[in-house]
C-alpha cells in the first residue's frame, strides 16, 4: 500500500498551518464527496475493474511486440500517462539497452510536439519497416497528433509499407477522423472508453497498450489502482482516508494563499509521475468559472521538482522564498537495485560519514533531511511513500492522484472533467493555419493585432 504522512503539513507543527480543527470544519463537504462517488462514480473508476477491455489490449500488444520500435502519437492525456509508466517501470536507458537485454521487446518513442528536430531526430534512429505507430487520439482532432500521424503515414507511403500493417489507432469508439479511417481502411484500432477523459485515461487502452506491448503487468497496475479505490470507498474517516485528508489540506492551504503545489519525487523513475500529474492538477483544476456560474479562477499551479537534484537548485526558494506552496513528496523505501559507497580515505573524516554506507539510505535521509527543514521553515510538506516501484504501486498512484483531484474539484465547487481554457488557443490556431471554417475567427485575430501597441526590439 502507498504509504501517506501528513505530519509536516499540520497546524499543530507548524506556524500558521491548517490545523485538525480546520479538517473537522470541513469534513461535511468530504463527506458529501464521498457519498456521491460511492453512488456516481466518475467514468475512470469504473475502468479499473472492468477486465473486458483488458483482451482486446493484451491481444494487440501481443502483435505489437513483435517490432523493433514502438512509436506512441499522442499529446496530453494521450501521451503523459504512456510516459509515465514507462518512465518508472522500464530500464531508464531501455533503448540502448541490445533486443536480447529487452526480452525482446520494442523500444519505446514519443512523438508529442511537432518540434520538427525532436520528430526528425526519432525518424532519424528508427526505421518505418521494423515499427509500429500507436496514434492515440480521443478527439482524432488534435493539430499535434493529426500531423505527426500524417507525416508517419507519408513515410509509410513512401517506402511502399501497407499502413495496416504498421498502425495502430486508439481513438473514440465512434466519433472522429481517426475511427472514420479505421473503418474505411480496416486499420487496427482500440477504443477509449466514451466516458473517460484525455488525462483520466492512463488506465485504459491509452496508457495500457504501450504498457503490455514493453512487457508491463497491466492487471497488477489495475489492481492496484482498485485497491486504493476500494481504500477511498470504504473509509468514513476523513483522518484515515488518504484521499479526503490531502483533499482537505490541499485546498484549505489554497485557501491560505498556498496557490503553488510542488510534487518532488527522490527518484527519477518516478520523475515521470510528476509530469502526469502536472497535467491532471492543472487541467482539471484551473478554471475560471464555479459550477454556478461565479467567477472563482480556481486551482493551484503544479510545479515538479527532483530529488536530490533540486536540492541544489530549488529548494533554497522553497525555504526562503514566498510561503505559497505546498510541497508532496514521493519516497521509495526498497529501490530495485541499491549501491554501497565503497570505504575509501577512512583518514578523511570529511568523507567517513558516506563511507559504507548506501545511496538508498542516502537518497531517503536526504528526502527526510528536506522535509523536516522545511517543516522548521513553515513550509507544509507530506510525504508519500512506495513500498517498491512495481506495477501494483504506480496503479496504486495513478488510482489514487485521479481520485484526489476529483474530491479537489468538488471542494473547489468546479468542473473537474472539462478544460474550456484551451479551446481558444486551439481555435487561434485553425484559423492562423486557414482551418475551413475558421475564417471569422482568422477576421478577428487580424482584427486584434491591428489595435495592439507593439512592443517588439
Ligand atoms: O485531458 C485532456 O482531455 C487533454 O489534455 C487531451 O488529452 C489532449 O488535448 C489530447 O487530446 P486527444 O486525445 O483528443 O488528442
Known amino acids: ?77 494521450s ?18 539497452l541490445s533486443r536480447e537485454k529487452r526480452n525482446n521487446l520494442p523500444r519505446f518513442f514519443v512523438m508529442d510536439n511537432v518540434d520538427p528536430e525532436q520528430i ?6 528508427i526505421d518505418p ?22 507525416i508517419v503515414r507519408g513515410l509509410l507511403e513512401t517506402r511502399g509499407l501497407n499502413p495496416r ?18 473503418i474505411d481502411e480496416d486499420i487496427p484500432v482500440l477504443d477509449i472508453p466514451p466516458n473517460v477523459g484525455g488525462r483520466f485515461s492512463v488506465l485504459t487502452s491509452v496508457g495500457l497498450l504501450s504498457a503490455a506491448s514493453l512487457g508491463v503487468d497491466i492487471k497488477k497496475m489495475l489492481d492496484g489502482a482498485q485497491e486504493e479505490l476500494d481504500r477511498f470507498k470504504e473509509e468514513d474517516d476523513t483522518f484515515k482516508n488518504p484521499v479526503l485528508l490531502n483533499a482537505a489540506i490541499h485546498y484549505l492551504y489554497s485557501q ?24 491532471l492538477w492543472a487541467e482539471s483544476l484551473g478554471k475560471e468559472k464555479s459550477l454556478t456560474g461565479e467567477t472563482v479562477h480556481a486551482g493551484q499551479t503544479p510545479i515538479k521538482s527532483l530529488g536530490t537534484i533540486d536540492q541544489h537548485s530549488q529548494v533554497q526558494l522553497y525555504m526562503e522564498g514566498p510561503n505559497d506552496k505546498v510541497i508532496t513528496f514521493l519516497k521509495v523505501e526498497n529501490f530495485r537495485r541499491n549501491l554501497k559507497i565503497p570505504v575509501i580515505h577512512q583518514d578523511r573524516k570529511e568523507l567517513s560519514y558516506l563511507c559504507g554506507h548506501e545511496l538508498e539510505e542516502l537518497i531517503n535521509y536526504e528526502q527526510e533531511a528536506t522535509s523536516l527543514a522545511l517543516l522548521e521553515h513553515g513550509r507544509p510538506n ?18 489514487y492522484y485521479e481520485i484526489l483531484v476529483t474530491a479537489m474539484g468538488h471542494l473547489y465547487n468546479i468542473n473537474t472533467f472539462d478544460q ?3 479551446e481558444l488557443g486551439k481555435k487561434n490556431t485553425y484559423a492562423l493555419m486557414n482551418r475551413k471554417g475558421y475564417e471569422n475567427q482568422k477576421a478577428h485575430i487580424e482584427d486584434l493585432k491591428k489595435n495592439l501597441k507593439i512592443f517588439k526590439i
Open 79 to 96: 501521451a503523459l500517462g504512456n510516459q509515465a509508466i514507462q518512465g518508472a517501470l522500464r530500464h531508464p536507458m531501455w533503448n540502448n
Open 129 to 150: 519497416a521494423e515499427s509500429l505507430f500507436n496514434v492515440v487520439s480521443k478527439s482524432g482532432s488534435t493539430a499535434e497528433t493529426m500531423s505527426n500521424y500524417l
Open 1 to 77: 500500500m502507498l504509504k501517506f504522512d501528513f505530519t509536516n503539513a499540520f497546524g499543530e507543527n507548524l506556524s500558521d498551518g491548517v490545523r485538525y480543527e480546520d479538517i473537522k470544519g470541513i469534513t461535511g463537504r468530504l463527506h458529501a464527496f464521498l457519498e456521491n462517488f460511492r453512488q456516481n462514480p466518475p467514468g475512470f473508476a469504473k475502468v479499473f475493474n472492468d477486465q473486458s477491455h483488458i483482451d482486446s489490449i493484451l491481444e494487440m500488444a501481443e502483435k505489437c511486440k513483435h517490432f523493433e520500435n514502438f512509436v506512441l502519437v499522442g499529446i496530453g492525456g
Open 165 to 182: 500493417d504498421h498502425l495502430v489507432f486508439t481513438t473514440d469508439p465512434v466519433e472522429g477522423v481517426l475511427r472514420k479511417i479505421a
Open 382 to 399: 507530506l510525504t508519500i511513500s512506495f513500498e517498491s516501484i512495481d506495477e501494483v504501486e504506480i496503479g496504486r498512484f495513478f488510482g
Open 256 to 279: 491560505k494563499g498556498k496557490s503553488i503545489s510542488v510534487m518532488m519525487p527522490y527518484s527519477n523513475a518516478l520523475y515521470t509521475l510528476a509530469d502526469w500529474y502536472r497535467q
Open 420 to 422: 474550456p481554457g484551451v
Open 120 to 125: 526528425g531526430s526519432i525518424l532519424d534512429v
